[in-house]
C-alpha cells in the first residue's frame, strides 16, 4: 500500500498543483451566485406610540433576532457583514385587529455586492398588549443582622418612605409588597447609607422584574439610630378580692422581663417596671382572669426611654374554687396551750365537729390524724367558759368553724374537798340517828338532857316529841339521798 501511495509521488503532487489552477481560473471567469443568511438584531421603533395609549407591550417571540436572507457573488461573500443591515419593526404600524407589526429591513453598506433584493424571516411580528398601571408601595424595613451586645436598634428612617412603581397590569398585581434590606449586624453607632428596593410576592418570595416595569426612584437612602440596652424586671401589683368561696392562687406571665432602649444615663438608674393594681385587679373573680398589659404604657420615662419590639406581656391571675370538708375531733385530742397545773379542765361533749376550707385537693387527703387542733386556756379562771380551737400546720386549708362547746375549768383543791366530803356521806352507819345525820350541829348537853327527863308514856310532851321523831324519820333518808346526788354530779362532772 506503502509503494502504491509513494510511486510516481511528484507526478501526483504536480496534478493537485494543475487542478487548483483551473479551479481558480474557472471561477474567476464565471463568478457564480450564492445565497447566504445572517442574523440580525431587531430593533423596535415608536414604542412610546403604545405607552401613550396607556398599553404596554411584549413581543410574541423567544427570538430578538430576525434572519436576513441575500445573493452574493461568491469572490463577494466575505465583504458582506451582519453589519451591513439593520431590521426594525415600528410600533405605529400595530395592527390591533391582528396583533401584529410587520418588520422592516434597510441595507447600511455593501449594497453593490448585493444582487438581488433582501428578505427578511420572519416579515411580521405578533405583539401581546395590556394595560398600563401604576400604583404606590409603602417601602418595609427589613432588618438583616443582630446589633452588638448591648445595643439595639432605636429606630430606622426611609427616604423616601413610599415609591410609585409603573408597569402592566400582569407584572404590578405580583408584586405584594417592597422593601429595603438593611444591614444591621454589629452596629453599634448611628449609620447612613443607600439600599435599592427589592420587591415581594404574597408569600415573601423576592420577584425579578423585567425592563417593563418603571420606579420613579433608583435608590432609598436610609438612617439607622442605635441605642443602649438593658433588662428590667417586671413587677405586678394584685388588687382585689376573687368572689365568694373563691381563692387566689397566684399568677403566670409571658415574661419576667423586658429589653428596653434609651438614653444610657436614663436607664441606669430604672431597676424595673411595676404594673399597678389597678391593671390586675381580682374584684369578682370566679375563675382565671387573664389581662394583657402594654408595659410601654408603665414606663417611667417615656421620653428617654422605650421597649424596640413587643411591649405586651400576657398575664393570668389563677383563681380556683374552695370546698369545705366536716371532721369529728375527740375533745382528748385538743391541746390545751398554758394550762394551769393547779386547774382541771372537763368539756361539755365527747367530740367536736370542725369544718375545714380549701381547695379539693388540698382537702382530700387530711384526716383527723394529720390535724393538731389547739385551744387557749392561759386566760380561762374556774368556771364555764366558751370553747374556741385553732388549727396548727394547715398551709393551704382554712379553720371555717368548729361547733359550740363549753370548758368547765376548776381547782384540783376543790375537787379533793367535793370528793372527800363525798367519800363522808358514803360511809354513815344505816341505824345512826337521822336527827343528827339531818342537823349535826346538836349538842351532846341537849341528847343527854333529853334522855334524863322523865316524861309520862301518853303527855303531851311526848306526844310532840314523838310526833317530832316520826317526821325527822321520814323525811331524812329523802334529803339525804338528794344530797349525795348532787355531790356526785359535782365530782363526777356527768351532769354534762
Known amino acids: 500500500m506503502k509503494e502504491i501511495l509513494t510511486r510516481n509521488l511528484g507526478l501526483k503532487i504536480l496534478s493537485v498543483i494543475i487542478a487548483f489552477f483551473i479551479w481558480f481560473a474557472v471561477v474567476s471567469v464565471s463568478n457564480p451566485l450564492e445565497n447566504r443568511s445572517r442574523e440580525i438584531p431587531l430593533e423596535v421603533q415608536n414604542a412610546a406610540v403604545l405607552e401613550n395609549a396607556g398599553l404596554a ?25 451582519a453589519a451591513d443591515f439593520r431590521a426594525y419593526i415600528n410600533l405605529a404600524d ?90 444591621i449586624q454589629d452596629i453599634r453607632a448611628e449609620t447612613a447609607n443607600t439600599a435599592v428596593p427589592i420587591f415581594y410576592d404574597a408569600n415573601g418570595n423576592k420577584l425579578s422584574l423585567d425592563e417593563r416595569v418603571s420606579m420613579n426612584v433608583k435608590e432609598i437612602a436610609y438612617t439607622v439610630y442605635v441605642m443602649k440596652t438593658k433588662v428590667l424586671a417586671l413587677e405586678f401589683d394584685v388588687s382585689g378580692e376573687p368572689a365568694e368561696n373563691c381563692r387566689y392562687m397566684g399568677m403566670e406571665t409571658s415574661a419576667d422581663t423586658v429589653s428596653v ?95 375545714l376550707e380549701g381547695l379539693n385537693a388540698d382537702l382530700e387527703g387530711i384526716e383527723v390524724s394529720d390535724l393538731s387542733v389547739e385551744m387557749d386556756v392561759s386566760q380561762m379562771l374556774p368556771g364555764t367558759h366558751q370553747g374556741v380551737l385553732t388549727i396548727d400546720g394547715l398551709e393551704e386549708v382554712l379553720l371555717v368553724g368548729h361547733s359550740d362547746f363549753q370548758v368547765i375549768v376548776s381547782t384540783k383543791e376543790s375537787r379533793r374537798e367535793t370528793e372527800e366530803s363525798s367519800s363522808e356521806e358514803d360511809h354513815t352507819p344505816a341505824g345512826s340517828n337521822q336527827v343528827g345525820a339531818l342537823s349535826p350541829g346538836h349538842s351532846e348537853t341537849e341528847s343527854a338532857s333529853g334522855s334524863e327527863t322523865d316524861t309520862a308514856p301518853g303527855s303531851e310532851t311526848e306526844t310532840e316529841s314523838g310526833a317530832a321523831a316520826g317526821d325527822s324519820s321520814q323525811q331524812t333518808p329523802e334529803f339525804s339521798g338528794d344530797a349525795s346526788a348532787e355531790e356526785t354530779g359535782s365530782n363526777g362532772g356527768t351532769g354534762w
Open 57 to 81: 407591550y411584549e413581543l410574541d417571540t423567544k427570538k430578538s433576532t430576525v434572519t436576513v436572507n441575500y445573493q452574493v457573488h461568491s469572490m463577494d461573500q466575505n465583504s458582506v457583514s
Open 261 to 355: 432602649i434609651g438614653v444610657e444615663s436614663v436607664i441606669a438608674s430604672i431597676p424595673s417596671i411595676r404594673i399597678p393594681g389597678s391593671v390586675l385587679n381580682l374584684d369578682g373573680a370566679t375563675e382565671d382572669r387573664v389581662i394583657v398589659v402594654d408595659v410601654e404604657d408603665y414606663l417611667p420615662d417615656k421620653e428617654n426611654i422605650s421597649i424596640p419590639w413587643n411591649s405586651q406581656v400576657t398575664v393570668r391571675l389563677k383563681v380556683e374554687k374552695l370546698e369545705q370538708k366536716t371532721l369529728i375531733v375527740p375533745t382528748n385530742r385538743i391541746i390545751e396551750e398554758g394550762e394551769n397545773s393547779a386547774y382541771l379542765y372537763e368539756y361539755s361533749s365527747d367530740s367536736v365537729e370542725i369544718t
Open 94 to 183: 400595530y395592527y390591533p385587529a391582528t396583533g401584529t407589526v410587520p418588520v422592516s429591513v434597510e441595507v447600511l453598506n455593501n449594497k453593490d455586492y448585493l444582487l438581488e433584493s433582501v428578505a427578511v424571516k420572519p416579515g411580521v411580528i405578533r405583539v401581546k398588549t395590556e394595560q398600563i398601571q401604576e400604583k404606590d408601595f409603602d417601602l418595609q424595613v427589613n432588618p438583616q443582622g443582630t446589633p452588638a451586645a448591648g445595643y439595639e436598634v432605636d429606630r430606622i428612617e426611609l427616604h423616601p418612605k413610599m415609591v410609585t412603581l409603573r408597569g402592566p397590569e400582569s407584572i404590578i398585581g405580583r408584586i405584594n409588597s417592597v422593601g429595603v434590606e438593611i444591614n
